[in-house]
């Protein structure tokens, strides 16, 4: 996968566009995860390794949550993004429209 590696010299890079890159491949994995285990789940026939499975993909996405709070509280662009649109009510394009106005 191209997102896996460094597409600068890493030694251009700042420390916070590498911690950055870290924390965006953590989230991508953490997600993929996540839909490997909900498909496995969803194809599974044994009931006992389906609760196995749903447990592990809520794992997952609990990692996920927390590398998302982590760019949240170290990047004001991730910041400003995920204050607009998690969470908010109705359409989720009104909801851009009206940031958009602001």
């Not at 009931?47 to 196995?52: E, F, I, P, S, T």
């Not at 993909?57 to 509280?73: D, G, K, N, Q, S």
């Not at 910041?79 to 429209?97: A, M, N, P, W």
Request: glycine share 4%; proline share 1%; with cysteine.
């Amino acid at each position: 996968m191209s997102s896996e590696g460094l597409h600068a010299p890493r030694e251009r890079l700042s420390k916070k566009t590498l911690a950055m890159h870290q924390a965006i491949v953590s989230l991508m994995e953490e997600l993929e995860a996540a839909d490997w285990y909900r498909q496995r789940a969803d194809d599974c026939d044994d009931a006992m390794l389906k609760g196995v499975l749903l447990h592990n993909m809520r794992e997952e996405i609990e990692h996920a949550a927390m590398v998302l709070e982590w760019l949240r509280r170290n990047d004001e662009d991730f910041g400003q993004q995920l204050k607009t649109y998690l969470f908010s009510k109705g359409d989720i394009l009104e909801v851009e429209h009206k940031a958009e106005k602001e």
